[in-house]
Each structure stands twice: as C-alpha cells, then as structure tokens.
C-alpha cells in the first residue's frame, strides 16, 4: 500500500466488530459513515458505507509579472570595464553617511546595468517544457487543419490533418525523448534540471488560489492578498515593554570594534550562490560572482564605514517576504509561513562578520544548545538525550520529559533584551550601536506573483534568512539554562526538552519547579509557551509506573506514549520500532513515486542517484540514534532497497543475470543498508573523538582501555560500559564503540588495511586517519 501511495480510511465494524472491506485510495477521503438507505440488502459482515471525496477545483491567482534584467545573458566584460573605471574611492568619500554611500554605489550599479544588461518580460508557455519548436509548429498547423475541415469538409483537409497527427506523434515521442536523455547525460554537470523534474512530477509547484481568508476578511485580488499576509506576518511581533534589571558588559572579553579588508570581500563575493536570485535591490548572486574584483573595493569602502559609524544601511535592512505553504487548506492565510530574502550584498556582509562573532560567542553558547551552532546537529542532540535515557533506564529508572513548544520564537524576540543580553557578553562600544541598527526598523514587503504588500516594519524579532539572525537567537535564549536547577535539558534552536529522573512525588515536583522557573523566564523575556503543543513523554519500562500531572499556567499538559524528536519518533520504551515502522512507510511511500516517474530512464545510475537521494536518506538520517539490532527491523529496512534493485535489475534485462540481493548490490555499486548504518556508527565516533563533533557531553562517556601492564594479545582499543539489558547494551555510544572493537579486531587478525586495492595502505586508526582514509578502511573492514 505504501509503495502505491495508497491508504485505508473505512472504520465502520460490522456485527462481529471486526472491518472487512476496505477503502483504499491515494486522496484524502471524508465522511466514512455506514449508509442508512442501502441499496439492497444488508450483509450484517459486510455493511454499507457511504464516503466523500472532496474535489475542490480553486482558481489560480493570475501572475503579475512586469519586464525585468536579464543577468544571464548580461554582456559582463563591458560591465567589468565600466566599473574598473569608476574613481570609487572620490565617488564615496563625499558622501556625508553610510546610508549615502549605499545610494549612491546602486547610482552607479543601475546605470551601468541598463546599459549592458538586457530587459525583458518572462513568458508563460501553455507547452511543457519538453516540446520543441518543431512539434508546437505542427500541433499549430494540426489544429489549423482541424478547423479547416470541420468547416467545409474538404478531404483534402482531413488526408493533411491525419498526416501531421502521425508527425505530432513521432515529434512528441522524440522531443520527450531527447529531454529525458538531456536530463540524463546533465546529472553531473548541471543536476538542477533533473530535481526540477522530480519537483515538477511531485506536485511541488507553488501557486497560489485567486481568493484568500483570514479570519473573517476574503481577498480576491492580487494586492489584497498580499496585503492579507503582511497583517498576519506582521501581527506576531511583540512590543518592546520589557524592563531591563542587572548590568551590562560583565566579560572581559570585549568585542568592540571589526574591520574588514578587500581581499575578504572578494572571497565571499565568489562563494555566492549564482542560483539565487535577487532580493528587494533587484541585483542577484550571478551578477556580484561575475564582478567581484571589481566590487570588492566599493563593498569594503561602505562596510568598514558602517562598522566604524555603527549604522548599518537603511537599504540593506528591506527584504522581500514570500508566503510557503505548510498543510491545510491552501486558501487560508494562517497555512503559510513567512521566508525572507535579503538583498545579496547584505548577505555578503554577514557573511564576512558571520565567523567574526561566532568566534567570539563560541565560548558563551550554551552545550545543551545543537542548533546553529557549528559541530553540533540533530545528531548529536538525540545521541545525547538517548544515552541519558538509556543509561537510566537500564538500571531500572524512570524518566519524565516535557517537550515545549514556543510560539513564533524567532518574530517575538525583544530587541531591547537582545541587545542587553550582547552587552552582558562583551559586545560594547560602536560594534554594539552596530547591533542596535542592525535589528531596528527593518522593512518588509510580501509578494506574491509579482505583486506586492504594502511595508510593514518588523518591532521584535532576528531577522530569518539572514547569516546573523540565528546567532543572535541562541544569544537570546542562552540563559534559559539558569532557571533549569534540578533537571536536565537540551535545545535544538527553540526546541526545547526538560527531562530527569522521577521516582518520587519529590522528584516530581523538582521537574514541576523547573517548568515553572522556564514560565517566569519567558514572562521576563517576552516569549510565550504554547500548552496545547507542550507534552509530556514517560521512557521506562516497568510494568507499573504512577501517573505524573505536570501543568503550565493551570493548563495540565497531556501524555503521549511517544513523540516525534526533532524527526525521530521516541516511544516511551525506547524500542524504536515506531520510528522504522514509520521511515519504511515513508520510504516506500518515496519509491513508488520514482519508479512510477523515473522507469523511462535508460542509465541504471540516474534511478540510483535518484533512489539514494530521495529514498536511502530517508532510511539513513539519523541512524546513530535509532539504528535497530533485532532482525525483523533489519529486514524490514532492507526490504525498501531489495524492491529498488528487484525493479532495477528487471529494468536493465540483467534479471537473470543478477538473481540474488548481493549479486545486485555489487553490480550497481551499492552497500546494504545495514553496513551503511555501522558505517555511520562508526564515522560518528571518528568525528566525536577527532573533535569534529563539539559534544563534551558525549566524549565524557567514551572509556579508553588501557592495560596496567603489557598484554601478550591486543585488547580492543575501547571499554565498553556494562549494561543489563538489550537497551543499554545497544545504546548509541556502546554499539558504536563495539562497532570499531570489531573492525579493529577483524583488521588485526586477519591483516587486512596492510594491503587494500593492490597497494600499501595505513592500518585503520581512529586517531591519525585522514577522515576520507578512515572511512574506506572502515567500509571495507566491515564487509569482513
């Protein structure tokens, strides 16, 4: 079912209380009720039932688009000479601020570009994209034809007509043909043709319906719905009433002043995505990469005279928001969420200060903290709260762990507070006054189908898109750790999870005060919990566990038996069966799709690119967490890329040829799943000891063996942690260390890593392997 993209929705018993017939479809079906006027008669086995299929047709909102510079097809060498001889120091050093500057360095810009770039207005083809010149003249003279005959009869007419619908045939079939093979042989050279195709075939085309609601408000037009989401995006900002107590400037580690070189803004400028487009200036990535020596000189003119006037520019601060579909009904407004795009230079100026202060707030972060934080991710978030569960939980403990949920934490977060919270890290003098410009007025305009919103000016909030935004959020909520005393905690970004022990009605109620301490924590610093999203997770496996009522704001919030964790689904007995029953699905889900889209394909290594892109990563992410050791999860892991190779292999006539699992998996150059998750395992252990992951946390519990005196048989290099149970004894950090005693005991005794494709090859080694050379030995070591 999963494979065809089919689900059951019937639920109506029969008098056995059991369900027999099924409702099997790929939409969402509604209303399954037993009928009340059957007609005929009634099987008390089989009763009759009634559903509802919505199909709801909603007009697109028409496409506003007016002429625009065409930068690909720019005449760049006239463009570099005209700015090799603009006298930039002369044309800038008369302007009396920074924001003049900036005015007039886009002066200049936009006179050189209209001259040298072409404009033009995008057209809209009632074709695919795949139909050539040729074939749209022929469907054109087809129908002429067509028409021809149906008004006089000539049969003349109708011999031509009937001629030029076998040549529409073969001009259709060739041109789809060939575009399938342009596809193919652009893979490696240009692969965002063949991912547009994929989005394309996934329906993941943005559009957006002709009539929108908020509440009680409809817009039918194009402004007004843009109008529609700048009131729901700009309603979410908080007000900055918030009283400041303590002082400031409390490290000694001052961050006051940063100045920047040409040489730095040309290496940026190159490191541009050409894809991206252009923000609210009108000047993409494709045309700062073709000019960057030439703009390098202006860019750190106006740059270092920001930072040395503490202002930053009023232009750079606009940004051009665009409304993303979350889920629901694609007509209300509250199913979007807002995506900024900043204008490139501005982004190329937090590029060049974005490793500058992260250096400096490196030492203040949090370690509970893993998102946007560099050597730290979902990962190692997850490895961390599972070994703490696992340890625990096989020595017979019980955990509680409330998940909470801040509502619009990014939009609500107070300037006022944000610039205390930098002063009290060593933030101070001009570089401060910087921050204080950088965050305030902030203009943003919606648009929508080349249509736009009137401004609104974001009062709170880090700006999103943006390169500092992130790093000034975790500043933020860095000190959220104070108000946590008796429990544990971790966050990824502003996904937040407390958790402890909880044996006693004490231990209870010291997870209880700490929440309480997290409210009083957001009423000082404006933020808002949501309750209905906050809930609470019990990981134990005792038969009998009393029941814990934890509460926020005299709202009690509910127990779940498992959750979702930041992707990966936690049950409270910590099996992780949920979590492969749920990425199989999906997985087959993800396979279906590609072999009922990508099967006209003729090299096998498109489908497999395509397969490990879209489906193995969803069987793979995060595996150091999860990775099951019970065979029947194996094997149902396994089974997603067995059917991929069974399709395959008929696909290619190499059947027969290929008739086992293995023999398949050599001929196309694939690993089992299962070597890929130990794989992962141990690569994750190479990065945590090589410090490539910053999670100390973790390191901790790694346990060196070192003899007390000199053995006669070498021992595995690591002590594995006793445990009683399944669970501890395949926690993330025992079955990785296991993991490599193996290899390396595998590598000792049978010599293998001396000699590795034909030619002297270093031994494996955690600690002085290269990581690419690390791997290969591991991957091959593995196999054995």
Not at 600 to 616: A, D, K, M, Q, W
Request: charged share 20%.
């Amino acid at each position: 079912m999963s494979l065809n993209n089919l689900s059951q929705f019937n639920n109506c018993l029969n008098s056995k209380n059991r369900i027999l017939d099924l409702i099997m479809s790929s939409m969402v079906i509604s209303h399954v009720s037993e009928s009340k006027d059957p007609l005929s008669s009634v099987d008390p086995l089989h009763p009759p039932i009634e559903f509802c299929i919505d199909i709801v047709h909603k007009e697109k909102l028409y496409s506003h688009e007016e002429a625009r510079f065409r930068f690909h097809k720019a005449d760049y060498e006239k463009i570099t000479s005209d700015l090799n001889n603009i006298p930039w120091h002369s044309d800038l050093s008369y302007c009396a601020s920074v924001d003049d500057m900036v005015a007039q360095f886009y002066k200049i810009l936009r006179v050189i570009i209209s001259k040298h770039v072409p404009k033009s207005k995008p057209r809209s083809s009632k074709y695919p994209i795949w139909f050539s010149a040729a074939l749209v003249k022929v469907i054109n003279e087809k129908f002429k034809y067509r028409t021809k005959y149906r008004k006089y009869g000539n049969p003349r007419d109708l011999i031509t007509f009937e001629m030029l619908r076998d040549r529409c045939t073969k001009l259709h079939n060739l041109s789809y043909r060939l575009y399938l093979k342009r596809l193919e042989t652009s893979l490696s050279t240009n692969p965002k043709l063949i991912w547009s195709f994929i989005k394309q075939k996934r329906g993941r085309i943005s559009s957006y319906p002709a009539r929108m609601s908020l509440g009680d408000e409809v817009a039918s037009s194009g402004s007004d719905i843009c109008n529609l989401f700048a009131s729901h995006f700009s309603s979410v900002y908080n007000s900055d009433n918030i009283s400041i107590s303590g002082q400031s400037s409390s490290s000694t580690n001052c961050l006051t002043s940063i100045s920047v070189t040409t040489d730095q803004v040309f290496r940026v400028l190159k490191r541009l995505d050409p894809s991206k487009g252009a923000g609210s200036d009108g000047i993409p990535s494709i045309f700062a990469i073709k000019c960057a020596s030439e703009l390098a000189l202006p860019l750190s003119i106006i740059i270092n005279s920001s930072l040395n006037s503490g202002i930053f520019p009023t232009v750079w601060k606009s940004a051009l928001v665009i409304p993303l579909f979350k889920s629901g009904d694609t007509s209300a407004v509250l199913n979007y969420r807002p995506i900024s795009i900043l204008p490139t230079f501005a982004k190329v100026f937090e590029s060049i200060l974005c490793p500058i202060i992260s250096s400096h707030f490196k030492h203040f972060i949090a370690p509970e903290q893993h998102g946007f934080a560099k050597s730290r991710s979902t990962s190692t978030n997850l490895v961390s709260f599972v070994e703490d569960l696992a340890e625990g939980v096989d020595r017979g403990q019980s955990y509680d762990a409330i998940y909470t949920d801040f509502s619009r934490a990014f939009d609500r977060v107070s300037h006022v507070m944000l610039i205390h919270k930098l002063s009290s890290i060593g933030i101070d003098g001009i570089f401060l006054n910087w921050c204080r410009s950088y965050l305030s007025n902030r203009q943003s305009v919606v648009v929508v189908g080349g249509y736009k919103s009137k401004e609104f000016t974001a009062i709170s909030g880090v700006p999103q898109g943006s390169h500092l935004g992130p790093l000034f959020f975790n500043i933020f909520i860095n000190d959220i750790g104070s108000c946590v005393q008796g429990s544990k905690f971790l966050m990824f970004a502003d996904d937040l999870k407390l958790y402890r022990t909880v044996n006693s009605p004490e231990e209870a109620m010291s997870l209880q005060n700490d929440l309480d301490n997290l409210m009083m924590w957001c009423s000082l610093n404006g933020m808002n919990l949501n309750p209905e999203k906050c809930h609470v997770v019990r990981f134990s496996r005792k038969k009998r566990s009393p029941t814990r009522v934890y509460h926020i704001n005299q709202a009690f919030l509910k127990e779940v038996s498992h959750t979702r964790d930041l992707g990966v689904i936690l049950d409270g007995k910590l099996r992780f069966n949920l979590h492969v029953d749920d990425i199989t699905n999906r997985a087959f889900r993800m396979l279906g799709f590609v072999l009922r889209n990508c099967k006209e394909f003729r090299n096998p290594s498109t489908n497999v690119t395509i397969y490990t892109c879209l489906v193995r990563s969803i069987l793979e992410y995060c595996s150091p967490v999860w990775n099951p050791h019970y065979g029947i999860y194996i094997k149902r892991l396994e089974n997603v890329q067995k059917r991929f190779l069974w399709h395959l292999s008929y696909g290619c006539n190499m059947a027969r040829k290929l008739p086992s699992y293995n023999d398949r998996l050599l001929h196309f150059h694939l690993k089992s799943l299962r070597h890929r998750r130990e794989l992962l395992d141990i690569m994750f252990l190479y990065k945590l000891i090589n410090g490539i992951l910053d999670t100390p946390d973790i390191l901790s519990r790694v346990n060196i063996s070192v003899p007390k005196k000199l053995q006669r048989f070498a021992k595995p290099p690591f002590r594995i942690k006793f445990a009683k149970s399944n669970l501890g004894q395949n926690a993330p950090l025992n079955r990785s260390l296991r993991s490599y005693n193996l290899i390396h005991s595998v590598e000792i005794d049978g010599g293998i890593g001396s000699q590795w494709g034909g030619r002297e090859f270093p031994q494996i080694d955690l600690f002085s392997n290269s990581p690419s050379i690390f791997k290969k030995l591991a991957a091959q070591l593995i196999t054995h």
